[in-house]
């Protein structure tokens, strides 16, 4: 039986254009994403351990939960765009020729940008009906609205700049047959 000799796979982890600072925000997303979930585990341990053993939980534990997750979602979106780390079907795209795919990664860089616009705009929207409204969760702590959505927020707004960057490169790599890519530490 003969085998199917498949392309090598793109190479992982090369980003293009790496503006320091926002390099710098992408980490600390990540940073502030696993230490929010260890934060998260906190809480739901320590609510579940005070409602099964001394009948009391931590109060507005699902409101708390629900903020972490936001964040510990949202946060990294930068980081795995910048690394290309979404997830990607390969398959075919791996037998066609550098110039196709470079093409196909304006495409996916636009349609990436046609539904990260509308996302980002529509969470700024939020973010500042929550503010402007002085909204709050209802429970025992009225916690206020504005964190959650600011992270969610954060973390649309990094990811549209990074897809900007993403489709500058790709355009640049297929004008110049594929030699601005570069490596990153």
């Given at each position: 039986?003969?085998?199917?000799?498949?392309?090598?796979?793109?190479?992982?982890?090369?980003?293009g254009?790496?503006?320091?600072?926002l390099v710098?925000?992408?980490?600390?997303g990540?940073?502030?994403?696993?230490?929010?979930?260890?934060i998260?585990?906190?809480?739901i341990?320590?609510?579940?351990?005070?409602?099964?053993?001394?009948?009391?939980m931590?109060?507005?534990?699902?409101?708390?939960?629900?903020?972490?997750?936001?964040?510990?979602?949202?946060l990294?979106?930068?980081y795995?765009?910048?690394?290309?780390?979404h997830i990607?079907?390969?398959?075919?795209?791996?037998w066609?020729s550098?110039?196709a795919?470079?093409?196909?990664?304006?495409?996916?860089?636009?349609?990436?940008?046609?539904?990260?616009?509308?996302?980002?705009?529509?969470?700024?929207?939020a973010?500042?009906?929550?503010?402007d409204?002085?909204?709050?969760?209802?429970?025992?702590?009225?916690?206020p609205?504005?964190?959650?959505?600011?992270?969610?927020?954060?973390?649309?707004?990094?990811m549209l700049?990074r897809?900007?960057?993403?489709?500058?490169?790709?355009?640049?790599r297929?004008?110049?047959n594929?030699?601005?890519e570069?490596?990153?530490?």
């Open positions: 039986m003969e085998q199917l000799d498949l392309p090598n796979e793109r190479s992982q982890g090369h980003r254009v790496d503006p320091a600072f710098w925000l992408e980490n600390a990540v940073v502030v994403s696993s230490i929010t979930i260890v998260l585990a906190g809480v341990t320590t609510s579940v351990v005070g409602r099964t053993f001394f009948g009391s931590i109060p507005d534990d699902l409101v708390i939960s629900g903020e972490l997750m936001v964040t510990l979602v949202a990294p979106w930068a795995i765009t910048a690394e290309r780390g990607a079907v390969e398959l075919f795209t791996n066609v550098d110039r795919r470079i093409k196909l990664d304006i495409l996916a860089a636009v349609v990436g940008l046609a539904m990260i616009g509308p996302l980002t705009w529509a969470t700024g929207i973010l500042w009906q929550a503010i409204y002085g909204s709050y969760f209802d429970g025992e702590f009225f916690l609205e504005w964190p959650g959505r600011s992270m969610f927020f954060l973390g649309f707004f990094m700049i897809l900007f960057l993403i489709l500058a490169e790709d355009i640049a297929l004008i110049y594929g030699k601005t570069k490596g990153r530490k």
